[in-house]
């Protein structure tokens, strides 16, 4: 049988199928009431530290970092199912810390992230917490500046300034 004869073989069966076997436009969606699980709209699918990003994803993720003047991020994958929310993410060391406000549109895959400079100042550990809106924990982690396996030479200028700032 030949190309031809098997494509009008196929074409003619086809054709003959009785009309119950049409194919049908899919329908359209049904939309459902809110339930009262969607106030969980928010988590967290990712959540890690690194000195770089690269294509706003973290290069080399770690938890211990060298005080060589670089920013250490705190970088969030958010899963956010309904409105835009605001996130808080807190550098906690001790009596110090830094919140940064961190605002998530709907989104499988949102992703967010503040930094702090890895400079002497900032020598220690650090518990950072992430919360929604309401003020519920979604993740916290623990990091440390100084003392990592990072041997780059420190900047004189960039070790005397300690300064959060929140990046988008």
Known sequence: MTNRTAIATVLAAIIALPSTFAIAAPSAPTKRAPSASSDASVSLGRFVFANELSGRKPVAPADRFDTDGKRVYGYLEVRNKGERQKLTMTWTRGARSHTFNLTVGKSPR???????????GNRGSWKVTVKDESGSVLGEKQITIGGAINTAKKSKKSAKRSEPVIGC
């Open 110 to 120: 949102w992703r967010t992230w503040s930094y702090l400079k890895a400079v002497k």
